[in-house]
T-cell receptor, first 117, second 108 residues
Framework: GAVVSQHPSRVICKSGTSVKIECRSL??????MFWYRQFPKQSLMLMAT?????????EQGVEKDKFLINHASLTLSTLTVTSAHPEDSSFYIC?????????????FGPGTRLTVT | SQQGEEDPQALSIQEGENATMNCSYK?????LQWYRQNSGRGLVHLIL?????REKHSGRLRVTLDTSKKSSSLLITASRAADTASYFC????????FGPGTRLSVLP
């Protein structure tokens, strides 16, 4: 099946710094990718929809200036957490639809665990 | 977009037993999908059932869909310890929105 990769898998950064997370579709093109955040023992929360060639669409309550999304190509979307704080520590997951037309199955990356100290 | 609501939120069974999880949703759908997430990992697509289908099988998985009741169920037969994970249903929509999931524990 289709594969989505994320890099890095784990990152520890100091408060106030920025962190970039990459999401790549390895063997298919994705004009749309989704970014999720997941806190321990909780479900995934959709943060934003990344659109190739246009601005990302953010969910209500997600600060677009803090979570910068860039969909640079048909296989790469990046999420940059700017001026990270400890409360941004979380598990970040991206996904890309792999089906045709009717929004088939989603392919998920393995996730990136961010720890802000 | 809409999310599915899984029930129960937690389920603990013995290896070899069957596990049944239910999902309810609110508006019309084109399809409904089930995903599994092992602790601290990404999600794995299990099965997609279209709105005109009532039942679908994949290995030890059996999914049913009742569009009149806006509900779906996932049955895992002959469960194994490796089936321990969280399971999510996702009703088709513009975006993928996840409910709380069902945390399944299969005890050896």
């Amino acid at each position: 099946g289709a594969v989505v990769s994320q890099h890095p898998s784990r990152v520890i950064c100091k408060s106030g710094t920025s962190v970039k997370i990459e999401c790549r579709s390895l063997d298919f093109q994705a004009t749309t990718m989704f970014w999720y955040r997941q806190f321990p023992k909780q479900s995934l929360m959709l943060m934003a929809t990344s659109n190739e060639g246009s601005k990302a669409t953010y969910e209500q309550g997600v600060e677009k200036d803090k979570f910068l999304i860039n969909h640079a190509s048909l296989t790469l979307s990046t999420l940059t957490v700017t001026s990270a704080h400890p409360e941004d520590s979380s598990f970040y997951i991206c996904s890309a639809p792999g089906g045709r037309g009717e929004m088939g199955e989603q392919y998920f990356g393995p996730g990136t665990r961010l720890t802000v100290t | 977009s809409q999310q599915g609501e899984e029930d129960p939120q937690a389920l603990s069974i013995q290896e070899g037993e069957n596990a049944t999880m239910n999902c309810s949703y609110k508006t019309s759908i084109n399809n409904l999908q089930w995903y599994r997430q092992n602790s601290g990992r990404g999600l794995v697509h299990l099965i997609l059932i279209r709105s005109n289908e009532r039942e679908k099988h994949s290995g030890r998985l059996r999914v049913t869909l009742d569009t009149s009741k806006k509900s779906s169920s996932l049955l895992i037969t002959a469960s194994r310890a490796a089936d321990t994970a969280s399971y999510f249903c996702v009703p088709h929509g513009q975006n993928f929105v996840f409910g709380p999931g069902t945390r399944l524990s299969v005890l050896p």
